[in-house]
């Protein structure tokens, strides 16, 4: 079931650092200590932090949650559910998770594929685990969608907290799209998904409680509780990669018979 | 009331200042600016690029051009970085590639609507229903390894169904080479159009030759690589459409009456203040420019620009929803094939021994736009609101 031509942490002719380059590295030193002269701007104005903060000051926004769209009784029933609260934050944080979940849904699909292309090690993710993930991360993204109606929002729009969610989050979907990423490197992404996930959760627990929204506070504490298993078991595998990759390097050089 | 081109002069040449702040404007939102104001700036990229390449081309062939053309394009440049720069950073390049696709479906659709020259509409609808297969793919890409969902950069303008699939899009190079208009008897509307299309199509065969390599999965890199090469062929087509034997002056005169045409059609019907008043900048600065450029035409042509360019500016483009026009054209064109400089119905015409040769050749190993949407159609929200069946299925090596 083991291969092992992804192997992440082989020695090879990796050519980055200075230290790979003798004799030029040292003159690239050389080079930048005489040539560089240090740029002072004219006025405070032009200075690295100014710009900076001037570019930081300006006015504008990356978007803002939708109006709700259905009839004005929708958003009264809406805001019935939430005690009278306004339900703005609720709908741009369940917007925020169902995205999250979607895309995580896509992730477990490439880990998939990595899985059928290149086997696994002992201990390591099998389609079962694998799959078990994906289809509560699809359950999750499906419940989400329903919460999301039942407030009188719209499940398929993408609110400013599913943007910057999407944007924290992109590197992992690279990450896991690469065809020349391993199995195990694929963990490393998805640990960072699953850690974020989780607290994602947490905070969507503690806002529908703020509401006084019990229906939701046990949905969501159920979902809870499945995505901290598998933070455990992304944990497990990446463990059992290392003690894998260990005994595989002890076995190597062992000496023959 | 439509622009008099002789009368309104715009900004003068020597009067156009912009700095690096005007350059890098706050962009727009992807979440909440209208779809077709995205559109627009899109289009406006790919006019300013294509302005810049021809007059760099011009300087490359014709002496006496080399500084006017300087001048005319450093603005034109710069104009360039202020307009492309309103698309926001967290757009990402897939999601910037279906903006470009409805782009250039949005685009030709009203172009071929407004052409007055039944051949050359015709051979807009024919480019337009490629295009259009183009949204449908990459948005199965989207949704499938993003899990995003297209309409959120569309806003429900622009429908996500198959059109001619690219898979037969692929043609040999004689197959894509057109009727050239006349120059001496084509309406400048014609000539603006096939301007307008030139430099839609060659910014998104340009953004794709870009962005093809930064896409992370393999299906993606196959995907822009297939895509790209059909905007090659329509970079061909539209190309052909222009007559070759206008002077260098007149090419350079057409592009910047078509710049100017373009961004009057902007700040006509742009919804966002703050971005109609950068269309109403850039529309007197290229106004100062064609009046340039006319300037030039009168002194090395030694002839009169009003042989081209209209007494007034042609009715704009009205940047509306276009859903009804390009189903009729899907139901009653989707079938019809290129062969040489005609489109015909593969029922009485068969395709070029030589396209059949190219197509069997170049998709031998599979297509990957076939590959990409195996089985998936759009829905609000993505291919996984369908429930549990929206499983990959390894075993059979397809979607269940």
């Known amino acids: ?257 | 009331m439509a622009l008099d081109l002789f009368k309104e002069r715009g900004t003068r040449l020597d009067q156009q200042h912009l700095d690096w702040q005007d350059l890098s404007p706050m962009p727009i939102s992807k979440l909440d600016d209208d779809a077709f104001t995205r559109v627009r700036i899109i289009l406006m990229n790919g006019i300013e690029q294509q302005r810049g390449r021809l007059m760099h081309h011009l300087a490359q062939f014709h002496g006496p051009l080399r500084v006017p053309l300087a001048q005319v394009r450093r603005v034109s440049h710069h104009q360039q970085t202020m307009v492309n720069w309103l698309l926001p950073p967290d757009q990402t390049p897939l999601e910037t590639t279906i903006a470009y696709e409805q782009v250039a479906i949005e685009v030709t659709a009203m172009i071929a609507q407004a052409e007055p020259d039944p051949y050359h509409a015709q051979m807009h609808r024919f480019g337009l229903l490629e295009d259009f297969d183009h949204l449908y793919r990459f948005s199965a890409l989207l949704d499938r390894t993003e899990g995003k969902d297209a309409n959120n950069i569309l806003q429900s303008y622009t429908d996500v169904a198959p059109g001619r699939p690219t898979v037969i899009e692929h043609r040999a190079p004689v197959d894509d080479v057109r009727r050239p208009y006349d120059r001496q008897t084509a309406d400048a509307l014609t000539k603006i159009h096939n301007l307008t299309l030139v430099s839609g199509e060659y910014q998104t065969r340009d953004f794709y030759m870009t962005v093809g390599p930064m896409s992370p999965s393999m299906l993606g890199r196959l995907l822009y690589a297939e895509i790209a090469s059909i905007e090659e062929q329509h970079v061909t087509q539209y190309e052909s459409l222009l007559d070759p034997n206008e002077s260098p002056l007149e090419k350079w005169l057409m592009q910047e009456l078509t710049t100017v045409y373009n961004y009057a059609s902007c700040v006509k019907t742009e919804t966002n203040p703050r971005i109609r008043a950068i269309w109403q900048r850039c529309l007197d600065n290229t106004l100062g420019h064609l009046h340039f450029a006319m300037e030039v035409f009168r002194q090395l042509d030694k002839r009169d620009p009003r042989e081209l360019v209209p007494e007034r500016l042609p009715e704009a483009f009205s940047y509306t929803n276009n859903r009804d026009y390009v189903r009729e054209v899907l139901k009653d064109e989707v079938h019809l094939r290129a062969v040489g400089q005609e489109i015909v119905d593969p029922a009485r015409v068969s395709e070029s021994e030589a396209t059949e040769r190219y197509r069997a050749l170049i998709n031998k190993s599979g297509s990957p736009t076939s590959s990409v949407a195996d089985g998936w159609q759009w829905r609000p929200g993505g291919e996984l609101t369908m429930g549990p069946q929206a499983l990959m299925d390894f075993s059979a090596g397809r979607l269940q």
Not at chain 1, 41 to 47: A, C, I, L, Q, V
Not at chain 1, 135 to 156: I, K, Q, W, Y
Request: glycine share 10%; proline share 6%.
């Open chain 1, 1 to 257: 079931m083991t291969k092992r031509k992804n192997d992440s942490s082989k020695l090879g002719m990796n050519r980055t650092g200075i230290k790979a380059s003798p004799k030029n590295g040292p003159r690239m030193i050389e080079g930048a200590e005489k040539l560089t002269l240090a740029y002072v701007p004219e006025d405070e104005e032009g200075s690295y932090v100014r710009m900076m903060v001037r570019g930081a000051s300006m006015e504008g926004t990356m978007g803002s949650v939708p109006p709700p769209p259905g009839p004005k009784g929708m958003v009264k029933t809406a805001a019935k559910m939430l005690g009278g609260r306004d339900p703005n934050l609720l709908i741009d944080k369940l917007g925020a998770r169902i995205a999250f979940e979607r895309t995580g849904v896509r992730l477990y699909d490439a880990a998939l594929v990595k899985l059928a292309a290149t086997g696994s090690w002992e201990g390591g993710p099998d389609v079962e685990g694998l799959r078990h993930i994906r289809e509560e991360e699809h359950a999750h993204f499906l419940m989400l969608c329903e919460c999301m109606e039942s407030l009188g929002g719209d499940p398929t729009a993408m609110t400013p907290a599913a943007n910057t969610e999407a944007m924290a989050s992109e590197g992992v979907v690279k990450l896991l799209a690469d065809p020349r990423s391993s199995l195990s490197q694929a963990l490393e992404g998805l640990l960072i998904a699953e850690l974020a996930d989780r607290d994602g959760w947490m905070g969507l627990i503690h806002l529908a409680r703020a509401m006084g929204n019990d229906d939701f506070v046990q949905r969501f504490e159920q979902a809870h509780l499945e995505e901290e298993e598998h933070l455990r078991m992304i944990r497990t595998w990446m463990q059992q990669r290392i003690a894998d990759a260990s005994r595989f390097e002890l076995e190597e050089q062992a000496p023959p018979g």
